[in-house]
């Protein structure tokens, strides 16, 4: 069973980091999309961050473009999501989510495995 577990959300100050990891278990990381996605209260779940998407490599929701970076440690089974310079509009629930190579990072029917959460809090 493939299971993906984030950890490392919290709550930071506005201008602060964090780093979210995603534990997956269960498959092989070759083959494999894997994505940030986020939820806002009252909002709607938005693609973030993705690695292996549809350009091949990295790509991200133009509000976190050189703040966020996703990067992936296949050894580890672990996929990371560093997140710098952080607002209080990033406020959310961030999820990771595991689906085939080359989707598109916004596309979140097509990702096959979710994790539970971590609630990312930031403060003004």
């Known amino acids: 069973e493939v299971q993906p577990v984030e950890s490392g959300g919290g709550l930071v100050q506005a201008g602060g980091s964090l780093r979210l990891s995603c534990k997956i278990s269960?498959?092989?990381?070759?083959?494999?999309?894997f994505g940030w996605f986020r939820q806002a209260p009252g909002k709607e779940r938005e693609g973030v961050s993705c690695?292996?998407?549809?350009?091949?490599?990295?790509d991200s929701a133009d509000s976190v473009k050189g703040r966020f970076t996703t990067t992936s440690d296949n050894a580890k089974k672990t996929v990371y999501l560093q997140m710098n310079s952080l607002k209080p509009e990033d406020t959310g629930v961030y999820y990771c989510?595991?689906?085939?190579?080359?989707?598109?990072?916004?596309?979140?029917?097509?990702?096959?495995?979710w994790g539970q959460g971590t609630q990312v809090t930031v403060s003004s």
């Open positions: 989510a595991v689906g085939p190579e080359g989707i598109l990072y916004t596309d979140d029917v097509a990702f096959w495995w």
């Open positions: 269960g498959l092989s990381f070759d083959g494999y999309a």
């Open positions: 690695i292996n998407c549809r350009d091949g490599s990295t």
